[in-house]
């Protein structure tokens, strides 16, 4: 939380001291690098800690052809982003900003596996300490860019030094803990990307849902009017990427319990039971405050955002939910029967804010955001225990039930 709060703060930074404008500029270059970089993880990285938590001893292995495969997709994804900005035509400037924005997006990439193999070997006190690190260092860097009245690019280069600082110490830690690269055949990383590829294409589909609000909207409306919706989306944001990380502990958790099919299911019903516990005080509370908190954090240039955030803050529980269903599907290897569902609340996501983009701007696009995810959750109600599972369970079932009552009250 530390760090995605820095990460939050360098958005308010860029928003309140260099504009609307290049804040809308800024958060599309990264919406387009991280769609990338989730198809050329190719669920690597979730596929990665669901087999290391099976599997501990034979994780050093396993890590190693986890960086030949996502190496070689990262070297593909960067040539087509860079073939992608040459066709946008894109100013030396904004060349700069890419540049570096795409090397911290694919780096954080390799820190998040570093993370996930972290987590598999139940040592996320150690993850703590490292990024702990991190988030001081960014805020740090931006205290000082803000007090010194520094360029951009400054506050881009410090943090790229700071993740490569994570990545750095994260590497040193399972190097430590005897996670070592290792000579592993070529037919072991295709086996290894072949099985990843359902996972990764679910959350390739889940990223497009994610960032391609940004990118919905840059089509249709200008630079500044996309920076009012990324003001809104910041906070939104990080229920994402807090809501990844749980479900990552999650898996790994999912993942020691896939033996004994009772209390897989028991300690499932009770994370569902606690998420709706926090989050849905927590999204009434949001729903009141946030008009006030955008205003108060970003500047009045930002006060048209404050609509677009109070209808966002009602996802805040689905968001998490949905994110714990897809860690349940991972664990019992049922990812493709996660497909159908990611596939259509995708096609459902882009038509919806191409039209209430369209017609509604920033506000739409935040209707858009509150369909998709109720859609998302229904379907996992629907569809109740996974088909591909190895077994159903009557607990399942009833949790789903009970979640259903949480959601009527």
């Known amino acids: 939380m530390m760090l995605r709060f820095a990460n939050v703060v360098v958005a308010v930074l860029v928003g309140r001291v260099y504009g609307t404008a290049l804040l809308g500029i800024y958060a599309s270059i990264i919406s387009a690098a991280t769609v990338a970089e989730r198809l050329a993880d190719n669920g690597l990285e979730m596929a990665g800690i669901a087999e290391a938590s099976k599997n501990p001893a034979d994780v050093g ?22 073939g992608l900005g040459g066709i946008a035509g894109l ?22 596996l570093h993370a996930g193999l972290l987590k598999a070997r139940d040592k996320t006190a150690e993850l703590a300490r490292v990024q702990s690190v991190h988030s001081a260092l960014l805020l740090g860097g931006i205290v000082f860019v803000y007090l010194r009245s ?34 592993v055949s070529p037919q072991f990383c295709w086996s290894l990307l072949r099985r990843s590829t359902p996972v990764g294409l679910t959350y ?19 630079a500044p009017l996309v920076g009012i919706f990324v003001a809104a989306d910041t906070g939104l944001v990080m229920v994402y990427v807090l809501a990844w990380l749980f479900s990552g502990v999650l898996l790994a958790d999912l993942g ?15 994370c569902i039971v606690g998420i709706c516990g926090v989050t849905v005080p927590l999204a009434v509370a949001a729903i009141l405050v946030v008009p006030q908190a955008i205003r108060l954090v970003f500047g009045g240039n930002f006060a048209l955002a404050g609509l677009p955030g109070a209808v966002m803050a009602v996802a805040i529980p689905f968001i998490v939910l949905n994110a714990a269903y897809l860690s349940r599907a991972i664990a019992r290897n049922a990812a ?41 959750t229904l379907a996992f109600c629907w ?25 009527n009250a």
Request: with cysteine.
């Open 150 to 183: 520094q360029s951009l690019t400054t506050l881009l280069l410090w943090l790229l030094a700071s993740q490569c600082f994570e990545y750095l110490f994260s590497l040193a830690i399972l190097n430590h803990y005897g996670v070592r690269a290792t000579k």
């Open 383 to 407: 569809v109740g225990d996974f088909p591909g599972s190895p077994e159903r369970s009557t607990v399942a079932v009833q949790g789903n039930a009970e979640l259903g009552d949480l959601l």
């Open 336 to 376: 493709r029967a996660c497909l159908a569902i990611y596939g259509g609340a995708t096609i459902l996501s882009v038509g919806c804010n191409f039209i209430f983009g369209y017609w509604y701007g920033a506000t739409g696009i935040a209707a858009s955001i509150v369909i998709r995810e109720v859609a998302m």
């Open 204 to 222: 390739s589909l889940s990223t497009l849902m994610l960032r391609g609000d940004v990118l919905v909207l840059s089509l249709l409306a200008s």
């Open 61 to 82: 292995r396993l890590a190693t052809a986890l960086y030949v495969n996502k190496t070689a997709l990262s070297v593909v994804a960067i040539i087509g982003l860079a």
């Open 256 to 270: 020691r319990l896939a033996h004994d099919q009772d209390e897989f299911d028991l300690h499932f019903r009770k």
């Open 91 to 112: 100013s030396g400037a904004n060349w700069v900003v890419a540049g570096i924005l795409t090397l911290r997006t694919f780096l954080y990439s390799y820190c998040r």
